[in-house]
């Protein structure tokens, strides 16, 4: 689940070789977990047209930056699932074929990188750039992206105007008073109306079920009989959601990273338990740039940096830095560091020339960069999906007072995100379309060992998650990566978790015990 100001995720083709797509596979069965329900008719109706019809694969368009021999297609969903003869969306996606021997080939891997809001299309990379933790796996699999609905090139969605979104500096998170309190509801207010003014028409189908129902309606037009799928952050609660509505429609599942998908976690709670977990991994990274304070010079204790860090905030916030950089813009930055271990180094090695009196490199790193529409497009794009999920997936309170209690109570002891993460999410107080019941996740007839990866320190997804996951999905098996923090653990160098995941993927062999690994290597100036 990405969390910033301004938003804010990770072969070669054999001529005439057959490869998923060229013909359909028969739709695997109805979902099980809402059986006789209009919307399991209709994604099955979605599955079996989808299936038919295939998936037109061609030389990706120039602009999306996906050279050969990746290919992109696209995919037809119901905008509503329970009138699949109505409105229909289109669906990004984006493939690599299998680098092995056809007799190695175990069919498509799909990919959900997380936010809600991420795009998942540049998984085929991973091929062409030679990621070596994935050669193996691309032998035996296409590797699959896709934007999913509301997302990028899968019929966008956008509550403001981009360059409005990004515009900075804006105003400190932390209120002073209750004046700044009352604009930040007026500003949260404001969006959820600019989400329904120019989206509202998809905004009541922008749910985690209906993504599911959608990568369903993917397998089938890949001509999948089953799901083979990587998710990570937010994408496994996708996963989750999935393998609940879709159980027997599951061959191998991973997840890395894990939301907890207990029902009174979505979505209100989930945030508030973030707020803990990012200062508990904001903690960490500060005792580490103390321990190396030879190199940055930001202080030898933790508490030395942290007064360095009020030090920055408050100068920021009297006098934007390159008058553009507040408060705002350097929690954005430095919320990289709790988030992934590969941010620790160029994070204080930024803060350190600023300190050092190079303030060029911070300016640089934290202010929006307002010619770039291309990519402020789509961080807007990805914040109003973020929004638009979150808001729809389950009921939100829509007391102040309880908001206000809440996140003041949190920021005594954890001041890092606090605030910053109430007013991201304050627009689901006042939503203006229905608001669902999260699903009950839980395993189901025909599920197979899903495999559950997750660092005990984790920021975005905090431990407790994986324990959720796993005891509610019967057979999983849940590797631990113990005293590490880095978000999306399957993407970083441990062989202790790399062997299982190569082997899962390659042969569904999971231990026959669940499995805890020491961290991977800490970071090294």
Not at 145 to 157: A, E, L, M, Q
Not at 311 to 339: C, D, H, M, T
Request: charged share 20%.
């Amino acid at each position: 689940m990405r969390r910033t100001a301004v938003l804010g995720s990770a072969g070669t083709l054999i001529a005439g070789t057959l490869i998923a797509g060229a013909i359909a596979a028969p739709a695997a069965t109805a979902e099980s977990r809402h059986k006789g329900t209009s919307e399991a008719r209709g994604v099955q109706l979605a599955a079996e047209r989808a299936a038919k019809k295939g998936i037109d694969w061609t030389d990706c368009p120039a602009d999306w930056g996906f050279a050969k021999p990746i290919q992109c297609g696209y995919v037809s969903v119901p905008l509503d699932y329970a009138h699949p003869y109505g409105q229909q969306i289109k669906l990004a996606v984006d493939r690599i074929a299998s680098t092995g021997t056809p007799a190695e080939r175990q069919g498509a891997l799909i990919y959900n990188p997380g936010g809600p809001g991420a795009s998942g299309m540049r998984f085929p990379t991973r091929v062409t750039n030679k990621n070596p933790l994935w050669v193996n796996t691309a032998k035996a699999y296409d590797f699959v992206g896709f934007d999913p609905r509301g997302v990028g090139h899968s019929t966008p969605i956008s509550c403001v105007d981009p360059q409005e979104y990004v515009k900075a500096p804006k105003a400190d998170p932390v209120p002073d008073s209750e004046a700044d309190k009352r604009a930040q509801r007026k500003l949260a207010a404001e969006y959820a109306d600019g989400c329904a003014e120019r989206s509202g028409w998809m905004l009541p189908f922008m749910t985690t079920p209906n993504t599911a129902r959608d990568l369903d309606v993917i397998r089938a037009a890949l001509g999948e009989k089953k799901l083979n799928y990587l998710g990570v952050s937010y994408g496994t609660y996708l996963g989750a959601v999935y393998g609940t509505l879709f159980p027997s429609h599951v061959r191998r599942m991973l997840v890395d990273s894990v939301v907890d998908p207990a029902r009174d976690n979505i979505w209100y709670q989930a945030n508030l338990n973030q707020d803990v977990a990012f200062q508990g991994r904001w903690n960490d990274w500060e005792d580490w740039v103390a321990k190396n304070d030879a190199t940055f010079h930001l202080g030898d204790t933790r508490a030395k940096v942290e007064a360095q860090w009020l030090k920055l905030r408050a100068q920021a916030k009297k006098s934007p830095l390159g008058g553009v950089v507040g408060p705002a813009e350097l929690i954005a930055y430095f919320q990289n560091a709790p988030y992934y271990d590969s941010a620790w180094v160029p994070t204080a090695q930024t803060w350190s020339k600023f300190v050092a009196g190079d303030t060029k490199a911070l300016v640089d790193a934290a202010a929006p960069d307002m010619s770039d529409t291309k990519g402020n497009i789509s961080a807007e794009n990805g914040n109003a999906v973020y929004t638009a999920v979150e808001c729809a997936d389950a009921k939100w309170p829509t007391s102040w007072k309880k908001w206000d209690r809440d996140n003041t109570r949190l920021h005594k002891n954890n001041p890092f995100m606090t605030w910053a993460n109430a007013w991201m999410n304050l627009p689901c107080a006042t939503w203006q379309t229905k608001q669902q019941t999260p699903v009950e996740v839980r395993t189901g007839k025909g599920l197979p060992p899903v495999l559950i990866v997750q660092s005990t320190r984790d920021a975005a997804t905090p431990y407790q998650g994986a324990v959720s996951l796993h005891q509610r999905f019967k057979g999983s098996r849940l590797i631990t990566e113990k005293d590490a923090g880095s978000h999306g653990v399957t993407g970083l160098v441990n062989p202790c978790i790399n062997t299982r995941v190569e082997a899962y993927f390659l042969s569904g062999k999971v231990d026959s015990a669940d499995v805890t690994c020491t961290p991977h290597a800490t970071p090294k100036p």
